[in-house]
């Protein structure tokens, strides 16, 4: 098999994902950009979370050109992509216990907030916490993660001690349909399975969900928050109107945006 015709056979592999999400997820993105939608006309705040790579589609929503501006990045340090050296430490940062709920406690989230939690397992300590305390702070949460990780034949366990997954702490969730072991290819001479498309989907999903979001804002009468691109004439005028509009829900465009400064 050429090169080119293996590139060929990734893009299908990844449109054939996307046709399955389209097909089979309508409802649940539905679901998830009402619920946003929700959050935003009771006033409430939005933001995002994600380790380690999951955390990539995480970052894509917040501060992005042609997205909702009230999008956060809930970030826990040394997990946010692959931002640490070594980079297993941010890998073995999601099995610790306790730290989603710090994170949660000294962040800016509050009761009537919405989360969007990305993992693609959703089996680790970290999501899994993540979601718990987040609903019982009184938040409501989004998972975006594979199913086929805590439900199909070749499902590793949980590392949580309750057993459970993240898409047992969720009041919507998104699947993004990835195979356990995230690789769509094989390659005769190549030892291990290629070729991830996790983020692919993901990312798609997290853009559908806004997307319908937004429609159900303007659906409301409510005019959707949106930023435009800073490479148009204009649109850093136009985003500096949004941040003052809505400077209060918008926490990344001040140093220290993640801590909290609420009392207990």
């Not at 997205?67 to 940062?93: E, H, K, Q, W, Y």
């Not at 409501?140 to 990780?149: C, E, F, N, P, W």
């Not at 291990?192 to 969900?209: D, G, I, N």
């Amino acid at each position: 098999m050429s090169e080119s015709k293996l590139a060929a056979q990734y893009l299908d592999a990844a449109i054939g994902l996307l046709e399955r999400v389209r097909d089979e997820e309508t409802g649940n993105i539905a679901a998830a950009g009402a619920l946003l939608a929700d959050t935003v006309a009771d006033g409430g705040r939005l933001f995002a979370f994600g380790a380690g790579h999951s955390s990539l589609a995480a970052q894509d929503i917040v501060y992005r050109a042609g997205g909702l501006a009230l999008m956060n990045l809930l970030a826990v340090p040394g997990a946010v992509g692959v931002d640490v050296v070594p980079a297993t430490l941010g890998s073995a940062l999601e099995r610790v216990d306790g730290l989603a709920a710090a994170v949660l406690d000294s962040s800016r989230v509050r009761a009537g907030d919405a989360l969007v939690i990305i993992s693609l397992s959703g089996r680790n300590v970290l999501p899994v916490e993540m979601a718990l305390n987040a609903r019982a702070l009184g938040l409501k949460v989004i998972g975006v993660t594979s199913l086929a990780y805590a439900t199909g034949p070749d499902a590793p366990r949980s590392r949580h001690a309750s057993g459970t997954y993240l898409k047992d702490h969720c009041d919507v969730v998104l699947d993004s349909k990835i195979g356990v072991g995230d690789a769509e290819l094989t390659y005769e001479g190549v030892a291990a399975p290629f070729a991830p498309a996790s983020t692919v989907t993901t990312s798609a999903l997290v853009q559908a969900m806004l997307a319908d979001c937004t429609a159900d804002l303007a659906d409301r009468g409510i005019e959707p928050p949106m930023l435009r691109s800073g490479n148009i004439d204009g649109g850093h005028d136009w985003n500096a109107k949004v941040f003052d509009e809505y400077g209060d829900r918008i926490f990344y465009l001040h140093r220290g945006y993640g801590t909290a400064h609420r009392r207990h």
